[in-house]
């Protein structure tokens, strides 16, 4: 059980830059290879840029091609929460933290590893913090 984090509209917006409210508060999108960890190669963990929940693991992360940070799984199975999104004429599978319900990104089922997913997550939404 991950224990929820619950901040009023203008919490968030102090807590957060305006491009990181956008995305996370209002399910935005940032354009892509404009991200700051679409290309970030180092080892490390991705938290939550809205509560530090530890999110992906940069061992899954992969170059997809995308645009945005791809990984093949979640860090743990009940550290993000996946939605049926229905917005802009498409049916995607959204993925938001499980912690404060902040978006992330979506999950396509065309990645590489053996369950065949693909997080597509914005930089945005992400702090990396840097293996010691
Ligand atoms: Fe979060």
Same mark, same amino acid.
């Given at each position: ?8 509209? /203008? ?6 830059? %305006? ?9 935005? #999108? ?18 939550? !840029?809205?509560?530090?929940? %530890? ?19 979640? $860090? /743990? /199975?009940?550290? $993000?929460?996946?939605? $049926?999104? *229905?917005? *802009? ?8 933290? !499980? #912690?404060?319900?902040? *978006?992330?990104? *979506? $999950?396509? %089922? =065309?990645? &590489?590893?053996? =369950?065949? @997913? ?5 930089? !945005?939404? @992400? =702090?990396?913090? &840097?293996?010691?």
């Amino acid at each position: 059980m991950t224990d929820k984090l619950t901040l009023t509209d /203008a919490e968030w917006r102090e807590r957060l830059t %305006p491009e990181q409210y956008q995305i996370l508060r209002h399910g935005g #999108t940032e354009r892509a290879f404009t991200g700051k960890y679409e290309s970030n190669k180092a080892p490390g963990m991705y938290l939550c !840029a809205g509560c530090g929940t %530890p999110l992906f693991s940069s061992e899954t992360k992969y170059n997809s091609g995308s645009g945005w940070p791809s990984y093949t799984s979640p $860090v /743990a /199975a009940d550290a $993000v929460d996946e939605h $049926v999104d *229905h917005s *802009h004429g498409m049916v995607r599978t959204e993925v938001r933290c !499980a #912690t404060c319900e902040g *978006h992330l990104g *979506h $999950v396509f %089922p =065309d990645g &590489p590893g053996p =369950d065949g @997913l693909r997080y597509c997550i914005n930089s !945005a939404s @992400l =702090d990396f913090k &840097p293996k010691d």
